[in-house]
């Protein structure tokens, strides 16, 4: 059997076939692999293969050099770390500074480290096999299915699970990659058809967008599929999306369970969806204590550098139920977890990087639900004694430090942070009721 992790062995199987679309272009499984082999060279000719154990550091920006080295790492064997191209540099510098700290190699089966949250507001670099994704591609197969004309467009970071998997499914199958430029409405709905997508992965937030600018939207003929995952979708929007006879799936999963281990089965999609969908055939999902954990051969072993998860049962951190026919509904995800405009940021990691700056002494940072956002990233801020900054002095450090979508968008300064009963932050979002918030705009 051949690799599915081989451009080399896809080029044997389908030398002809498109593996990459991109403006209009396409790249056979032939010419990538020609790609891949010109890369592998000018790594081994330059000395820029990391040492054994370690992974190569990629800033993932959805261009073909991308995709064509990761294909080179998979070749190689060679775990590739992947950084968000909106990262600031200062962010960057904190989460390289952690990982250089890091002594113990990656296990061999390695095929990428991504960053999630962590409790202590670092990023985690989770540890996402080759047998993950293999896992995680099979499970999806036997809901979607794979048709001969299929091309999975791939309008998100390949930083991210969702986006990674999209490309190692595609690889695997022999099918066609459709990379798109960063989200528009416009730029979206134009590559649909100009690349014949049969197959999206959105965020509630993009749709919501979609129908901003054009309320009527239909999907194109060839478009069999939108999976709508990231966050949860409200009922408001679904109903549209069903109304205009859209085939969407919903779908729940982390970093850590190698993308969505929850979706809406396939024939399902033109009925009026709700939830996040049911387990996936290879998957175990269980409530306990109210929480949503995973069982499942796409769990991560762990986080690099750290003690491996031992508990076969992930603990999500998530809070859902189940109702009677089986659907998964997520109540929050993470209880410090922010979605906004379909990315993830965690409280913590704006806090630590807030309380850089030399006029601010504490933040707790709170999400206020939005019906087109998702959540508004929100900070209350505690100046140091003896400093009087304004929203403008929050506004430029926010814009120095922060990624966009990471920067408070409304601010309030405040003579403590409210605790709960614990003596804890009080993150609810109602806690933004007692407060005047200032709105920032970082447009200028």
Avoid at 38 to 54: D, F, M, Q, V
Avoid at 122 to 141: G, V
Avoid at 204 to 228: C, G, N, Q
């Amino acid at each position: 059997m051949s690799d599915p992790f081989s451009i080399f062995e896809a080029a044997k199987d389908k030398p002809d076939h498109v593996g990459l679309r991109r403006a209009g272009e396409n790249y056979t499984f032939a010419r990538l692999a020609t790609l891949t082999r010109n890369t592998i060279e000018r790594l081994k000719k330059s000395h820029a293969l990391p040492s054994a154990g370690r992974p190569m550091i990629i800033e993932g920006k959805n261009t073909v050099e991308t995709i064509v080295l990761l294909y080179a790492l998979f070749e190689l064997g060679i775990p590739a770390l992947m950084l968000h191209p909106k990262l600031t540099a200062a962010e960057r510098r904190v989460l390289l500074e952690s990982i250089r700290e890091i002594k113990e190699p990656l296990p061999k089966d390695t095929a990428a480290v991504l960053f999630t949250s962590g409790t202590t507001g670092l990023p985690k670099p989770a540890i996402i096999t080759r047998s993950m994704l293999r896992a995680s591609a099979a499970a999806s197969e036997k809901n979607l299915g794979w048709q001969d004309n299929d091309c999975w467009q791939l309008c998100m970071s390949v930083t991210r699970i969702g986006g990674l998997s999209i490309l190692t499914r595609c690889l695997f199958a022999r099918k066609t990659l459709a990379i798109s430029p960063l989200f528009s409405p416009e730029s979206f709905v134009e590559a649909l058809t100009a690349d014949k997508v049969t197959i999206t992965s959105i965020v509630p937030t993009m749709l919501a967008k979609i129908f901003e600018v054009y309320p009527d939207w239909k999907a194109p003929e060839h478009l069999r599929v939108i999976l709508l995952g990231g966050s949860s979708a409200n009922d408001k929007l679904l109903a549209k999306a069903h109304d205009q006879g859209l085939p969407i799936v919903t779908t729940y999963g982390m970093t850590e369970t190698s993308s969505h281990v929850v979706m809406t089965p396939y024939e399902e999609r033109l009925q009026l969806v709700k939830g996040s969908g049911k387990v996936i055939e290879g998957a175990q999902v269980r409530i306990r204590d109210g929480q949503i954990e995973v069982k499942s051969p796409m769990n991560t072993p762990g986080y690099w550098g750290r003690p491996a998860l031992t508990n076969e049962w992930f603990e999500t951190g998530d809070l859902g139920e189940f109702d009677n026919d089986g659907v998964l509904h997520v109540h929050a995800r993470r209880h410090d977890l922010i979605l906004s405009a379909g990315e993830n940021v965690y409280p913590l990691e704006v806090e630590n990087m807030l309380t850089r700056s030399p006029f601010i002494k504490e933040a707790l940072v709170l999400g206020e639900p939005d019906e087109t956002w998702g959540a508004i990233v929100c900070a209350l801020i505690v100046p140091e004694k003896g400093t009087h900054p304004k929203a403008e002095d929050v506004r430029r450090f926010c814009k120095e430090t922060l990624s966009a979508y990471k920067c408070p968008r409304k601010i309030a300064f405040v003579d403590a942070i409210p605790l709960n009963s614990a003596d804890k932050p009080d993150r609810r979002s109602q806690v933004l009721e007692h407060y005047e918030l200032t709105t920032l705009h970082y447009k200028h």
